[in-house]
C-alpha cells in the first residue's frame, strides 16, 4: 500500500508537468522545461551527496562534459542529435570514472577540495581550448541539427515533452534504484561508513559506482540542455554550476527522490521574480535560504517526510 502511494505521487507529478504544457503561457511553458532539465542535474547531484553522503564541489564540470560531449561532435563531425547526445553521455561517464578513481583517495574536506580543483581544470581547459570551444562565447548548435527521431527539439513543445521524457526517467530511475541492493547500501555508507565496511561491503567500489552514475546523470541533463536549448558555453563550467545543484538539493531535501524537483523549481523562481523587483535579487535569495535553513533544515520535502509522511522516498 505504501508502495503504491509513494509511486502514485511520483506519477502524479509527471501527470502534473504533461497537463502543464498544454495550459502555460510561452514564457512559463519555457521556464518549467528549464527548470525539469536542471532539476534532473540536482537529481544525479543527490545520488552522490544525497544518498551517498558525498559532497562535491564539481559537478558543473560532468554538466559540462555532457554538453560539450554532444555539441563538439554535432558542430564539427557532422553528428546527428541521437549519436551526438550518447557521446554526451560517455564523456561524461568517462570523466567521473577518471575523477571518481583519483579523488576517492581522499575524504571529507580534502575530497571536495579535490573535486572543486577538478572542475577549475575543466573549466581553464574548455578556455584554453577556445578556438574549438570558443570560449565564453560559446558554441550554437544549428536549429537544423536539433532533430531526434523526427521532432524538431527546437519547437517548444517538443523542447519540453523532451525535458520532461528525460525528467520522468531520471525521477523513476532513481526510485527504483534507491529501492535496490545497491542504492541500499550507498544509504549505509552515509549513515556510517564504518559499519557498512564491517558488514563486508566494498566501500570503494560503492562510492566510485555513485560517483560515475551521478557524474552520467549530470551529463545527460547537460547534454539535454545543449540539444534543447541550442547552446554550450564555458560559464555552465564556472563554480557556481557547482553550487547551484548543492543548493537546490539542500533548499529541497537531501536524500529524497522528489526534493531536488522542489528545491530547483522553488530557486528558480525566486531568483526569477526578485530580479524583476531589485537588481539585488541575490540577497532576496540568500535571506530565503537563511529562513529556510532556520525553519526547515531538512528541505522542503525533508520536512514533509519529518512532519507528515514518514515513508516519504
Known amino acids: 500500500m505504501r508502495g503504491g502511494r509513494i509511486i502514485g505521487l511520483h506519477l502524479g507529478l509527471v501527470a502534473l508537468l504533461f497537463a502543464l504544457n498544454f495550459v502555460l503561457p510561452a514564457y512559463s511553458h519555457g521556464n518549467i522545461a528549464r527548470v525539469m532539465v536542471l532539476a534532473t542535474y540536482a537529481m544525479g547531484y543527490n545520488i552522490l551527496f544525497g ?156 562510492k566510485l559506482g555513485a560517483v560515475v552514475l551521478s557524474g552520467t546523470v549530470s551529463g545527460a541533463a547537460g547534454a539535454a540542455y545543449g540539444l534543447l536549448f541550442g547552446y554550450a558555453g564555458a560559464s555552465f563550467a564556472e563554480v557556481q554550476y557547482s553550487i547551484f545543484p548543492l543548493l537546490w538539493v539542500l533548499l529541497g531535501g537531501a536524500g529524497t527522490v522528489i526534493g531536488p524537483f522542489l528545491g530547483t523549481l522553488f530557486m528558480f523562481y525566486l531568483i526569477d521574480l526578485s530580479s524583476g523587483l531589485t537588481s539585488a535579487y541575490m540577497l532576496v535569495a540568500g535571506v530565503a535560504l537563511v529562513l529556510l535553513t532556520l525553519f526547515a533544515p531538512q528541505g522542503l520535502a525533508g520536512e514533509i517526510r519529518r512532519r507528515w509522511w514518514r515513508g516519504l522516498p
Open 51 to 206: 544518498y551517498t553522503g558525498l559532497l562535491s564541489l564539481g559537478h558543473a564540470m560532468f554538466f559540462a562534459a555532457g554538453m560539450y560531449g554532444l555539441a563538439m561532435p554535432m558542430t564539427y563531425l557532422g553528428l546527428g542529435a541521437g549519436p551526438a547526445f550518447l557521446s554526451g553521455l560517455g564523456a561524461a561517464a568517462l570523466l567521473a570514472l577518471g575523477v571518481g578513481l583519483l579523488a576517492l583517495r581522499t575524504t571529507g574536506v580534502a575530497f571536495m577540495i579535490v573535486t572543486l580543483m577538478f572542475s577549475q581544470a575543466a573549466w581553464l581547459t574548455i578556455l584554453l581550448a577556445g578556438r574549438w570551444t570558443r570560449g565564453d562565447e560559446g558554441v550554437v548548435i544549428p536549429q537544423a541539427g536539433r532533430v531526434l527521431l523526427g521532432l524538431d527539439l527546437s519547437s517548444p513543445e517538443a523542447r519540453y515533452l523532451a525535458a520532461l521524457a528525460l525528467f520522468s526517467a531520471v525521477l523513476f530511475g532513481t526510485l527504483w534504484l534507491m529501492r535496490q541492493p545497491l542504492g541500499r547500501v550507498l544509504i549505509a555508507i552515509r549513515e556510517n561508513e564504518g559499519r557498512a565496511e564491517l558488514l563486508g561491503y566494498d566501500i570503494f567500489r560503492h
